[in-house]
């Protein structure tokens, strides 16, 4: 390689939306620009499209076009699923302050998408139960069958986490759920389009998904809502969504959402096979060739494209850094966001030390990354690994 390479290693973060999806969603912005709900025919034609793109969505989980409901993405899709549920199927509270009452069940692990909606219905009045994973990010069914209670209305388990790409048992969740009469909603952000999904199949009643992990446009995603599941809107207004989503469709980028779902879906075998080699290949040189370096997440329960690795006595921050100045995209365990150093709640859920889990580096691939991209990633990490340790007074101490 000659100059500064561009090697994209964090596809989990968002992806490039491909030259065919654009092209896909050109004509929706200034030649098809009707509002879907007019009467005049100019319009109608984009109603239909609205349809087309829901039926092809639908075929990608096995599910009908009528409960897929279009959103601004992950997000967006999580609360809804959540608050919504807990408002319909919660009890009449106790007392006037809490209004509602009821008790959902969900993960350690899951985005903050659902962690930060689970703890506003806690101060709303819901109880919530966080159910522990194991040392490889598997949730933990004998508790999660303990924490059933005569008023959980809803389990909200992730179909693959987005850190350390752990795949949960999600037929046997479902199969928990049903015996209960209990609502099982997954957010599948990152397993949708990356692994099969059956919601018949799987026994899920509620799935998050959305476009910009899939090579679609960003602000676009689906609610898919099993037929019986009766949640309110989220969004209050119009009668868009068949009245469960409010506001003036985004033609565009639903169009774009569809042409993305059709691409990953007929391409998955291959561009998972390719991805899972180029993983294995970066997880398996990394083990082999750099000291006290530990493999975060289960080592085949995995998504394909998605590597997480400890090295001790590294700060996983500084890392970035000198990786970025080598051309390489990637991204830490620790959720640092501007100052707050916390480490990320998904490795202290697997049982990671702090200063471990500090030291973490998530990578993850997608179909346009090479091997030789991978060689050139472990020798820039072997370097980096060693120049840091070599300023590290805590490795000193170690290595006497
Ligand atoms: C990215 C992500 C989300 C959020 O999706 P947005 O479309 O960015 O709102 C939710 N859950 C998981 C697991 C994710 O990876």
Redesign the pocket.
């Known amino acids: 390689m000659t100059g500064k390479p561009f090697i994209y290693l964090d596809h ?1 973060a968002t992806t490039a939306t491909r030259p065919e999806v654009v092209e896909a969603m050109l004509p929706y912005f200034s030649e098809n620009f009707g509002n879907p709900s007019s009467v005049y025919s100019f319009s109608q034609k984009n109603r239909a499209v609205l349809s087309e793109c829901r039926e092809k969505i639908a075929r990608c989980l096995n599910a009908s076009s009528n409960e897929i409901y279009f959103t601004a ?4 899709s ?1 609360n809804w699923a959540l608050k919504a549920a807990a408002l319909k199927y919660g009890n009449q509270g106790a007392n006037a302050v809490s209004k509602k009452s009821g008790h959902i069940i969900t993960t350690k692990i899951e ?1 903050h ?1 659902i962690l930060h909606t689970a703890s506003y219905l806690e101060q709303s009045g819901y109880d919530v139960t966080y159910i522990d994973v194991d040392e490889n990010g598997i949730i933990k069914l004998d508790e999660l069958k303990k924490a059933i209670r005569e008023d959980t209305i809803l389990i909200s388990v ?1 179909f693959a986490n ?1 850190e350390i790409g752990t795949i949960e048992p999600i037929k046997e969740i479902g199969e928990i759920a049903r015996e209960h009469d209990i609502i099982f909603h997954t ?1 599948a ?2 397993a949708f389009g990356q692994i099969p999904i059956d919601v018949n199949e799987y026994n899920i009643d509620m799935l ?1 998904a ?1 476009g ?2 899939l090579n679609g446009p960003k602000g676009t ?1 689906f609610l898919y809502i099993r037929t019986g599941v009766n949640i309110g809107s989220f969004i209050h207004g119009g009668a868009q969504e068949r009245g469960r989503r409010a506001g003036t469709e985004n033609v565009p980028g639903i169009v774009g959402l569809a042409k993305a779902c059709e691409i990953a879906f007929s391409t998955m075998k291959e561009r998972t096979e390719k991805e899972i080699i180029l993983r294995d290949h970066l997880i398996d040189r990394i083990l082999y060739e750099v000291p006290y370096a530990r493999l975060n997440g289960h080592r085949t329960k995995r998504l394909p494209n998605n590597v997480n690795i400890s090295f001790q006595f590294v700060q996983g921050e500084s890392m970035l850094i000198m990786l970025d100045m080598a051309g390489i995209c990637a991204s830490s365990g620790s959720a640092c966001t501007s100052g707050s150093i916390d480490p990320s709640h998904v490795l202290m859920a697997i049982g990671l030390p702090e200063d471990i889990a500090h030291g973490s580096l998530r990578m993850t691939l997608g179909d346009e990354n090479t091997l030789e991209e991978m060689d050139y990633v472990v020798e820039k990490i072997k370097e980096n690994v060693g120049r840091l340790r070599s300023m590290s007074p805590q490795f000193e101490d170690f290595i006497k």
């Open positions: 989990a993405g992950g997000s967006e999580d985005h998408a992730m987005n957010d952000v990152q998050s959305s910009h992990k995603g």
